[in-house]
């Protein structure tokens, strides 16, 4: 049996995780060492579309494919850029009139503020051939692909590709 251990870069999130008796590494996954071929899943939930270039999401995928055993599977989610709810269809919109996507942004790239004195944050929406593409360059082949409600069947699994999110199961072959 391969250990569960999580990885979280929130002090918070990883204090709490070990009084629910846990075991939790403190790192941002890219910071974080581990032997090779040492877990038997990764899981990557809403965390994926902040790694904030493609250059960065390859190295990310890398070090988790490295750190899977072979027969491995990461299940990873990502917000759908073509969904018909939730902030997709606007950033759809501000790519078409190209209002958003100079200075080196990328198409699905957004930057948005909570409310006017709020920090900007960022987060990238895939397309399913964007991150499929990815998956197959870092070594995984796609196991299985879901889409997940967002606005209009929220959290179920739907074979809609226009639902707000994309879930994955990815495998690392031997």
């Known amino acids: 049996m391969l250990p569960v251990?999580?990885?979280?870069?929130?002090?918070?999130?990883?204090?709490?995780?070990?009084?629910?008796?846990l075991d939790v590494v403190y790192?941002?996954?890219?910071?974080?060492?581990?032997?090779?071929?040492?877990?038997?899943?990764?899981?990557?939930?809403?965390?994926?579309?902040?790694v904030p270039s493609r250059a960065g999401r390859?190295?990310?995928?890398?070090?988790?494919f490295?750190?899977?055993?072979v027969g491995g599977d990461l299940y990873v989610d990502v917000l759908?850029?073509?969904?018909?709810?939730?902030?997709?269809?606007?950033?759809?919109?501000?790519?078409?009139?190209?209002a958003m996507w100079s200075g080196g942004l990328e198409y699905g790239d957004a930057m948005f503020?909570?409310?006017?004195?709020?920090?900007?944050?960022?987060?990238?929406?895939?397309?399913?051939?964007?991150?499929?593409?990815l998956l197959e360059a870092a070594g995984f082949e796609l196991a299985t692909m879901d889409?997940?409600?967002?606005?209009?069947?929220?959290g179920k699994l739907t074979t809609d590709q226009r639902a707000g999110a994309i879930l994955l199961r990815a495998r690392r072959p031997a």
């Open 5 to 21: 251990v999580g990885v979280d870069s929130s002090e918070t999130m990883c204090r709490q995780a070990r009084q629910g008796g």
């Open 27 to 50: 790192a941002a996954w890219p910071a974080a060492v581990f032997a090779p071929r040492t877990f038997g899943a990764t899981l990557c939930l809403f965390s994926f579309g902040v």
């Open 58 to 64: 390859m190295e990310f995928l890398g070090r988790v």
């Open 66 to 69: 490295d750190a899977l055993a």
């Open 80 to 98: 759908n850029v073509e969904a018909v709810d939730g902030w997709a269809p606007q950033l759809r919109e501000l790519h078409a009139s190209g």
């Open 113 to 133: 503020c909570a409310n006017e004195r709020g920090p900007i944050s960022y987060f990238h929406y895939f397309s399913a051939a964007e991150i499929v593409s």
């Open 147 to 154: 889409y997940v409600g967002h606005d209009t069947c929220p």
